[in-house]
């Protein structure tokens, strides 16, 4: 009896297995025909297959903003994954109509397509977009309609501020003349302060000491319509000016005068004080720092030192200076001395040989030149280096009496260093430094035509003493000949008419 209520029962399981799986339906349809090795529940949870879960952070191309809320049907064709494209023109119709190309992303957000941010683009063009130009809206500049809304010329920034430029009276644009195109003052991040890069060459506002000191024209222009006007006394106080100014000469708590001293802003320019001496070139350049370097008493400017700070010291100054006359180591006759700070412009010098002037003029560089004795200035040489080689001199002196190849000997007969000066011309043979003779010639050329001896002379060069005119006046004179030795024996001394023979005669 168990045995058959048991039968019965397995019957009756197996009858109802078919009724059960009637009840579940057919298997869903996939849809999807290429899963690339992918799970269902990579995407689908057990909740239900059209719960999403897929992460997309793990992919090329990340969900950001609106793009979070789209289906994957939006963008993918469900049959296979992998021919989504991520090219925005393929879900977003264009309506710029191409005009700024296809990188949508250049402007527009995944945020919202709304929020349009152009920096990054305008920062490729002549125009970028900085500062208060950063808020304005696309359309505010860009006006136009039609298939060519963002290209095109760069308008003027006239265009858009020729309002202000009428308007503005400090200063007044468009009475000074000021030229409407604004770049060239104005900066794009803010409309002032603006920038007059030109007036640099004029007055450094912008370099130097007053970058940076004023806010506005007005500051040193107090009358708008004339830039012509200026002020300096509004910061450089008569209290705070004076007092720097002791002892300068022909100063003034003037503007005008600020400006003629101080043509670059800066203290100590070059426009004044190499006037009095040279310290923004030649061998002061850069060597200070400050007025103070050689000025050392603040109130009087009259004051000043060569010996400051260790410039010019004794122990080294002193050697330089052995041997020369009325030397002492002192400010006022280093400047005496050497007027324009160069070392050897001994001006006096030229009192006892011109060596700034005449032909000796540039020849030399340095005292050691012609002084080869860094101990005494009194020792010197004419004939150091390549100046005056022996083989050249003695030939210019054959024939003159006591002529020796020494420094001595050449000063003694060249005390003013021209070539020709042979002071004892006169009493030893033939005046030509006085009398008829003086200033009738230019070098011994002139009279000694033979360059190798002086003893050769000519009284016949040239057209000193043409024959025509000289036979005509010795006429009926016995011994005459129209010749140089005779010239001599009858005039001595050169003067016309001695006739020594004619007491006898």
């Known amino acids: 009896m168990r045995r058959l209520r048991l039968l019965a029962l397995l019957a009756s399981g197996l009858l109802l297995l078919p009724a059960a799986a009637a009840a579940q339906g057919p298997a869903p349809r996939n849809p999807h025909i290429r899963l690339h090795g992918r799970a269902c529940t990579d995407c689908h949870t057990t909740s239900g297959r059209r719960t999403g879960r897929f992460d997309h952070a793990r992919t090329s191309f990340r969900l950001l903003g609106q793009h979070q809320s789209v289906p994957c049907a939006g963008c993918h064709d469900l049959r296979d994954f992998r021919g989504a494209a991520s090219a ?64 095109g010329r760069v308008r003027p920034c006239s265009d858009c501020h020729l309002t202000a430029y009428t308007n503005t009276t400090s200063p007044a644009h468009a009475t000074l003349g000021i030229p409407t195109t604004c770049e060239t003052c104005h900066q794009f991040t803010t409309w002032s302060f603006a920038r007059f890069p030109q007036h640099d060459a004029l007055f450094p506002i912008f370099t130097g000491a007053h970058a940076g000191v004023w806010r506005n024209c007005a500051t040193c222009h107090p009358d708008p319509t004339s830039y012509r006007v200026f002020v300096c006394t509004s ?14 000469a022909g100063y003034q708590w003037q503007s005008q005068a600020c400006l003629t001293c101080h ?38 400017f009259a004051v000043f030192s060569c010996m400051a700070g260790g410039c010019h010291a004794q122990a080294a100054t002193d050697p330089g200076h052995s041997g020369i006359a009325g030397y002492q180591y002192a400010a006022t006759q280093c400047l005496s001395c050497h007027p324009a700070g160069r070392a050897g412009t001994f001006d006096q010098h030229d009192a006892i040989v011109p060596i700034n002037s005449g032909t000796h003029a540039g020849k030399w560089s340095a005292c050691g030149d012609c002084h080869t004795d860094p101990g005494t200035k009194k020792v010197f040489s004419c004939t150091t280096g390549s100046c005056h080689p022996q083989a050249a001199t003695g030939g210019y002196h054959v024939g003159i009496p006591g002529y020796q190849y ?70 009926g004179i016995p011994g ?13 001394t050169g003067l016309r008419g001695p006739f020594a023979q004619h007491d006898p005669l």
């Open 88 to 151: 925005c023109g393929t879900c977003h119709a264009d309506p710029h109509r191409g005009d700024v190309g296809p990188r949508c992303e250049q402007c527009h957000s995944e945020a919202s397509w709304h929020q349009v941010g152009a920096q990054n683009a305008h920062s490729r063009t002549r125009l970028p977009d900085l500062g208060v130009h950063a808020a304005l809206r696309c359309e505010d500049c860009h006006r136009r309609t039609g298939s060519q809304q963002f290209t």
């Open 235 to 248: 910061c450089h106080t008569q209290g705070e000016t004076d007092p720097r100014h002791q002892g300068i």
């Open 263 to 300: 043509p670059a802003a800066r203290h100590g320019d070059p426009a004044f004080h190499e006037a009095i001496f040279p310290i923004n070139s030649g061998t002061h350049a850069g060597k200070w720092t400050d007025c103070s370097a050689c000025h050392t008493d603040a109130s009087n």
């Open 406 to 475: 020494t420094a001595s000997q050449c000063l003694t007969c060249h005390p003013t260093g021209l070539r020709g000066t042979f002071t004892q011309h006169d009493p030893l043979y033939f005046p030509i430094y006085s009398g008829t003779h003086l200033n009738q010639w230019t070098d011994c050329a002139t009279c000694h035509t033979d360059p190798s001896t002086r003893a050769t002379y000519s009284c016949l060069t040239g057209s000193c003493h043409p024959s025509a005119s000289t036979s005509g006046l010795h006429q």
């Open 480 to 492: 005459y000949q129209y010749a140089s030795a005779q010239c001599y024996s009858c005039h001595p």
